[in-house]
């Protein structure tokens, strides 16, 4: 038996706006099964699955035309997908829930006028770190880089001890301070200060315990010049540092 939706029919059994559907249409992300002379669009059991898929990689914060991108590729494996999707959202629940019980904690001693100790507060610090980058770039490293590549980053910055954890924020305070320094007094991302500069993000990166690979490297540098939000973070009190680190990575990671 063929089973067809009308577009109010859809929006109703999936919760997406009649309206949202239309733009999906338009955009090539969801066309109808077929749209009748009156001008009304019917989708089938395929646009009902495809809508699914839409609306599992939209939770995980993936743009339109990314997802798109996934869809419309030949070799797309949908089980294959939904396995991945499964992955990532039991990731980000065990995420939230070690959030939920940290931020749980915090107010139980504030209830009690408990001063919470060093531990404690360094466990609940990394989690509001993750949960900020996740909910900043998120999004785009996923896109980029995958969910497991993003998901074992983030294992990794948990798993960081006290003493580590305080290393790599000092780390990427020295980073600044240095690419400040170069970009105002006006030396070449080529010089030796761009040199030092690409090797302290190396091993910024690496000090978590990530292999390093210098076109993953080269590759998440270009990021900091394509996301304002990575150039309003590095540029904030001296404009062009986000370009000097992409410069200096794009030159001396080999």
Avoid at 105 to 117: C, K, S, V
Avoid at 151 to 158: F, G, K, S, Y
Wanted: net charge negative; hydrophobic share 35%.
């Amino acid at each position: 038996m063929l089973i067809e939706y009308s577009i109010q029919e859809l929006s109703r059994l999936s919760g997406v706006t009649t309206r949202t559907l239309r733009w999906y249409d338009q955009i090539g992300l969801l066309k109808p099964s077929r749209v009748a002379e009156s001008g009304y669009r019917y989708y089938g059991k395929a646009e009902v699955d495809r809508l699914q898929d839409i609306l599992y990689y939209r939770a995980l914060g993936v743009e339109l035309a990314r997802i798109k991108e996934c869809l419309d590729d030949p070799s797309f494996d949908r089980l294959a997908a939904l396995r991945n999707h499964l992955a990532a959202l039991e990731a980000e629940r065990e995420r939230l829930e070690h959030l939920i019980q940290s931020v749980k904690d915090t107010i139980g001693a504030e209830e009690r006028n408990e001063i919470m100790n060093d531990e404690q507060k360094f466990e609940a610090f990394k989690q509001r770190a993750v949960a900020h980058s996740e909910e900043v770039y998120g999004a785009e490293i996923r896109a980029k880089y995958g969910d497991q590549e993003v998901d074992e980053a983030n294992a990794a910055v948990i798993n960081l001890t006290q003493k580590k954890y305080q290393e790599w924020t000092d780390l990427g305070q020295e980073i600044q301070e240095r690419l400040e320094a170069a970009v105002q007094a006006g030396l070449s991302p080529e010089s030796e200060a761009g040199k030092e500069i690409t090797a302290l993000h190396c091993q910024w990166l690496t000090i978590t315990g990530n292999r390093y690979d210098p076109a993953r490297h080269r590759g998440i540098a270009e990021l900091y010049v394509m996301d304002e939000r990575f150039i309003a973070y590095y540029d904030k009190q001296v404009p062009g540092c986000a370009r000097f680190l992409r410069d200096a990575v794009a030159y001396w990671a080999k």
